[in-house]
Nanobody, 126 residues
Framework: QAELVESGGGSVQAGGSLTLACEAS????????AGWYRQAPGKQRELVAA???????KYGDSVKGRFTISRDNAKNMVYLQMSSLTFEDTAVYYC????????????????????WGQGTQVTVSS
């Protein structure tokens, strides 16, 4: 089981940018997919972005074109660059590692999170 520690959350004004970082423990990080989910008050947890071990990415519809996920396998890190933030982006953001549906599998491009971090708060003020 991987331990995940998020950092970089905080408060930002609407229209601003913020970058979240997540450090994963364990030697298998480079072979796992990783991602970010978020949960706003009163709402269900939702996928923000995910990245396969090979660098394929997927994004939630509400963040496409504004957020970018990346990873540095040498450092066991995954990042989420967020720009053009709006009040609706206010949430607790959770880092995770998991499984990616490979091409030829029954669910290519799907992402299933397995291990979760504790979350980091992002607050966007209008």
């Amino acid at each position: 089981q991987a331990e995940l520690v998020e950092s970089g959350g905080g408060s930002v004004q609407a229209g601003g940018s913020l970058t979240l970082a997540c450090e994963a423990s364990g030697s298998t990080f480079s072979t796992n997919a990783a991602g970010w989910y978020r949960q706003a008050p009163g709402k269900q947890r939702e996928l923000v972005a995910a990245i396969s071990s090979g660098g394929d990415t997927k994004y939630g519809d509400s963040v496409k074109g504004r957020f970018t996920i990346s990873r540095d396998n040498a450092k066991n890190m995954v990042y989420l660059q967020m720009s053009s933030l709006t009040f609706e982006d206010t949430a607790v953001y959770y880092c995770n590692v998991g499984v990616w549906g490979n091409a030829g599998s029954r669910w290519p491009g799907a992402y299933w999170p397995v291990d979760w971090g504790q979350g980091t708060q992002v607050t966007v003020s209008s």
